[in-house]
């Protein structure tokens, strides 16, 4: 079964219009739960690792938080090029290495 | 995504062929990890390799797969007698050793696209 679930599946956002992505997971005893950026043709790019709940970290106009189920990925005053689809991961301690992908949010920032 | 690098980016196979998918990974990283993405549905994990050993084979079909990552060359993946399901991107990651390290997360390459005929 789906261990890690993201929603929405899409997202079209006007430049400007501040949002967030979210990532709920089932798993217990997680590792690690990592964002990253997926462009069309292209491999992930990785943005953020969170450990633990409560943890944030920044980069740019994105802000991603970690509770004890899900995590959120807030995108301030987005432009065209943060166009893309997002992709949250988990590392379950009991699988070493192994991610466990969600399907994604294609989220769309139209001028 | 230019630090780990896979070729072919595209290959297409007639049914019953071979397909040999290559990964570097990126310097000073020895830990290597396949994915395979299909149309719609999210990266699944497919096996898990260091120098010269399979650690976690285990989203890897039993038939016709097989993974390998000599102490010299590249990673390969390896599918014998393709059919038209295994049309998709095949992605790999590395990561550097000491995987109980919090700070080392998987670096992906661009993919190689693989389509049956």
């Known amino acids: 079964e789906d261990q890690v679930t993201q929603s929405p599946e899409a997202l079209r956002l006007q430049e400007g219009e501040s949002s967030s992505l979210n990532c709920s997971y089932t798993v217990s005893g997680l590792r690690g739960l990592f964002w990253y950026r997926q462009d069309p043709g292209k491999g992930p790019e990785f943005l953020f690792t969170?450990?633990?709940a409560g943890e944030e970290k920044e980069k740019e106009r994105l802000k991603a938080t970690l509770t004890k189920k899900e995590s959120f990925l807030h995108i301030t005053a987005p432009k065209p090029e943060d166009s893309a689809t997002y992709l949250c991961a988990i590392d379950r301690g009991s699988t070493l290495g192994r991610l466990y992908f969600g399907r994604g949010t294609q989220l769309t920032v139209w001028p | 995504n230019a630090g780990v690098m896979q070729n072919p980016r595209h290959l297409v196979r007639r049914r019953g062929q071979e397909a040999r998918l290559r990964c570097s990974p990126m310097?000073?990283?020895?830990?290597v990890y396949w994915y395979r993405q299909l149309p719609e549905e999210g990266l699944k994990f497919m096996v898990y390799l260091q120098k010269e050993n399979i650690i976690d084979e285990s989203g890897m079909p039993k038939e016709r797969f097989s993974a390998e990552f000599p102490k010299e060359g590249p990673s390969i993946l390896r599918i014998q007698q393709v059919v038209r399901g295994d049309s998709a991107a095949y992605f790999c990651?590395?990561?550097?050793?000491?995987?109980?390290?919090?700070?080392?997360?998987?670096?992906f390459g661009d993919g190689t696209r693989l389509s049956i005929l």
């Open positions: 310097k000073g990283h020895s830990h």
């Open positions: 990651a590395s990561s550097p050793p000491g995987i109980g390290r919090r700070d080392q997360p998987q670096h």
């Open positions: 969170l450990y633990s």
